[in-house]
């Protein structure tokens, strides 16, 4: 039971190089989230998506773009790094309905470093 | 302003010790979340809850609605239990991805 699933774990671009972070989640949730966490700040939310086919920006989503593949899959892209964008990456899912809130489930996390 | 307040930021215990987190918030919630963050940086759901009190274990986490305000208790507290907790609250009134985090609680329980 695999959980919520993210590559890579760690990664170093140079500034303007691209990549893309995947995220997989096997619990069949509806609900799929990209956070960014940086050192005395909360957990702030960059992308997500309520349900396939469907995603919305959150608090910073500047300088990313993602894409539901389908159920299971949200994929976090950067097409232009920048330094700004060295962070530890989290993906999460949940089960979500109209008002419903659900538990939820992180990944192991993504250290990435732009120099 | 912060939405989401954690009290304390840091907080040292001996192994043994009762351990209160608190959490207050300023807007209408559907939902209140505890998330641990391990020292390899996983995270974990703790409780989710939206009103009265939950246990598992020694942990216990309540809500008051009408005053804004969490608690999570750790009983009998252990070394493993280092770890940051945090608080995250689901507002009513915003989109479903409308999550709002606290800075978290660092805490560290010393042998």
């Known amino acids: 039971n695999a959980g919520v699933t993210q590559t890579p774990k760690f990664q170093v671009l140079k500034t303007g190089q691209s990549m893309t972070l995947q995220c997989a989640q096997d619990m069949n949730h509806n609900s799929m989230y990209w956070y960014r966490q940086d050192p005395g700040m909360g957990l702030r939310l960059i992308y997500y998506?309520?349900?396939?086919?469907?995603?919305d920006k959150g608090e910073v989503p500047n300088g990313y773009n993602v894409s539901r593949l389908n159920k299971r899959e949200f994929s976090l892209r950067l097409e232009s790094a920048a330094p700004s964008q060295t962070s530890v990456y989290f993906c999460?899912?949940?089960?979500?309905?109209?008002?419903?809130?659900?538990?939820?489930?992180f990944g192991e996390g993504s250290r990435l470093t732009v120099l | 302003k912060n939405e989401v307040e954690q009290s304390p930021q840091n907080l040292t215990a001996q192994e043994g010790e009762f351990i209160t987190i608190n959490c207050s918030y300023s807007?209408?919630?559907?939902?209140l979340h505890w998330l641990q963050q391990h020292p390899g940086g996983g995270i974990v759901s703790l409780f989710m809850?939206?009103?009265g009190k939950k246990k598992h274990g020694r942990l216990i986490a309540t809500i008051n609605i009408q005053e804004k305000h969490s608690s999570l208790h750790i009983t009998a507290s252990h070394p493993r239990d280092s770890a940051v907790y945090i608080c995250?609250?689901?507002?009513?009134?915003?989109?479903?991805?409308?999550?709002?985090f606290g800075k978290g609680t660092k805490l560290s329980v010393k042998p």
């Open positions: 809850l939206s009103s």
């Open positions: 998506s309520a349900s396939e086919g469907t995603t």
């Open positions: 999460a899912s949940s089960v979500n309905g109209e008002r419903l809130t659900g538990e939820l489930f």
């Open positions: 807007v209408g919630i559907s939902a």
């Open positions: 995250a609250v689901r507002d009513y009134g915003g989109s479903q991805g409308n999550l709002i």
